[in-house]
């Protein structure tokens, strides 16, 4: 568990998210020649927002799963919209077909699926918490 430890200023921390979002009406858009673009500008928003993409996958064309580490200071809500906003609009610019796919000018789905990660189960924790001794 050790070497999956960052060392922030103020912060010791693990923190991992696993966030899957959809192509608007789940068309098939993600071929992939646009999967490669994607997944370099995935890797380029994540390294200027300060956050890491430890795996990035498209799955049946039409959705995407990413695996994130990222600091504390950084909310997932803003993970998701820096990768779903900036990748919109770049993928709209580099794949004009795309548009004609869809309508109404979005590439994504407003929702997404987001799951946190760790290196300790659930369960483990719960039981941590629950044997703490009261010593007060």
Same mark, same amino acid.
């Given at each position: 568990m050790k070497e999956n430890l960052i060392h922030y200023r103020t912060s010791v921390c693990n923190i991992n998210y696993?966030?899957?979002?959809? $192509?608007?009406?789940?068309? /098939?858009? %993600?071929?992939t020649? $646009?999967?490669?673009y994607l /997944?370099? %500008?995935?890797c380029q928003i994540a390294a200027d927002k300060g956050f890491t993409v430890?795996?990035?996958?498209?799955?049946?064309?039409d959705h995407v799963h990413c695996f994130v580490t990222a600091p504390p200071k950084l909310s997932v809500t803003d993970i998701v919209k820096y990768l779903k906003g900036i990748t919109g609009r770049k993928l709209f610019e580099r794949f004009p077909a795309i548009r004609q796919k869809l309508w109404k000018g979005e590439l994504w789905n407003h929702s997404y699926y987001c799951e946190t990660i760790g290196?300790?189960?659930?369960?483990?924790?719960r039981r941590y918490i629950e044997h703490q001794s009261k010593s007060y």
């Open positions: 696993h966030v899957v979002w959809s $192509v608007k009406y789940r068309r /098939k858009v %993600l071929d020649e $646009v999967e490669l /997944k370099d %500008l995935v430890q795996l990035f996958e498209c799955g049946e064309c290196s300790v189960s659930e369960e483990n924790i």
